[in-house]
């Protein structure tokens, strides 16, 4: 089922981002697919590698078993890539503009806002939000959408009941779409508590403190990567109740974003992408118990 989500969560990106499919039925340019998808797969195996030289930093010098080099052809074959779909939207502008019936896409949008600011929306900037984008909003989602049928699929009580609230909501005549999402709470929670006991990112991302600060009574000097355990928190037992139970009822009537479960980080470097991938998830699943 992963890779067939995983075709599903890249298709959505890249039509947002590009108006292509890569994966499945409909793909326009075979060999482009094929560039992207080796692409693809090479930047998780290569952030998925540890490099030595991180932890012995006398390696870096003789970049130890290559992973610099590595990355460093990785960026170039990337960037290739996205500079490559942006100066396709640029020569075809036209073609790709709303009043010909075609719907824009953040390609687009972002290359009007070149012309207004052209400052704070330069090719290069353009090019690290594409990538940013494919890599954050693809896996995560992913993951979330396997461990929450797997959570379901060993809960049959939880999975009946979402069921039920699939048929009374959309019913069985037509298929779950994205209004039809939005009135199922249950689906929502269920959704809550997948992310409390498995996050996507159990660490978050590494953050950096930007002064000497104190957090939790220890002296944090400036400049130290502070990791958040979400993990821990959604499983600390003075938090929640019966914190190991597959639970989706405890979010019944509970607004999830208010403090202590935070599969998105929190603030101001929280995930832009929350409701966009609430949504995903919640209609893939949708449909799977459709
Ligand atoms: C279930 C799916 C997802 C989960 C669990 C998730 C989780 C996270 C987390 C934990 C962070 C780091 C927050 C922090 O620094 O404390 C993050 C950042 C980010 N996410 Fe997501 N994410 C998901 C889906 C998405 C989607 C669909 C998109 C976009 C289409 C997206 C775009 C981003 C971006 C751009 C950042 C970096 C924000 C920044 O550094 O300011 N994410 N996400």
Redo the contacts with the bound molecule.
């Keep these: 089922m992963k890779s067939r989500l995983s075709e599903l969560s890249f298709n959505i990106?890249m039509r947002?981002i590009s108006g292509k499919r890569y994966f499945g039925v409909e793909v326009e340019n075979l060999e482009e697919a094929k560039r992207f998808r080796n692409i693809i797969s090479e930047i998780f195996e290569v952030s998925g590698s540890s490099n030595p030289g991180d932890f012995l930093p006398i390696l870096q010098w003789i970049d130890f078993q290559g992973v610099e080099k590595r990355m460093l052809r990785l960026m170039k074959k990337s960037d290739e890539f996205a500079q490559g779909l942006i100066d396709e939207h640029r020569n075809n502008k036209e073609s790709c503009s709303q009043e010909q019936g075609r719907t824009k896409t953040m390609i687009d949008n972002m290359l009007s806002l070149q012309e207004s600011e052209p400052e704070n929306y330069s090719d290069e900037i353009i090019k690290g939000?594409l990538l940013?984008?494919i890599v954050?909003?693809?896996d995560?989602?992913v993951?979330?959408t396997e461990w929450t049928m797997s959570l379901l699929l060993n809960h049959p009580e939880v999975l009946k009941k979402a069921r039920v609230e699939v048929d009374k909501i959309v019913g069985q005549n037509r298929l779950v779409d994205e209004s039809g999402y939005l009135n199922l709470p249950y689906m929502q929670s269920i959704i809550n508590e997948s992310?409390r006991l498995k996050?996507?990112?159990p660490l978050?991302?590494p953050?950096q403190s930007s002064d000497d600060c104190i957090i939790g009574g220890y002296d944090i000097p400036r400049d130290t990567m502070v990791l958040?355990n979400?993990w821990a928190i959604h499983r600390d037992p003075k938090m929640w109740e019966d914190p190991t139970s597959f639970r989706p009822e405890r979010f019944e009537g509970l607004d999830a974003n208010a403090y202590k479960l935070?599969?998105?980080?929190?603030?101001?470097?929280?995930?832009?992408?929350?409701n966009?991938?609430?949504r995903?998830?919640g209609l893939a699943l949708a449909s799977l118990i459709q």
């Design positions: 990106i947002m939000l940013t984008i954050a909003g693809t995560t989602s993951a979330t992310m996050p996507a990112a978050l991302a953050h958040v979400a935070i599969p998105f980080g929190l603030g101001r470097r929280a995930c832009p992408g929350a966009l991938a609430n995903g998830v």
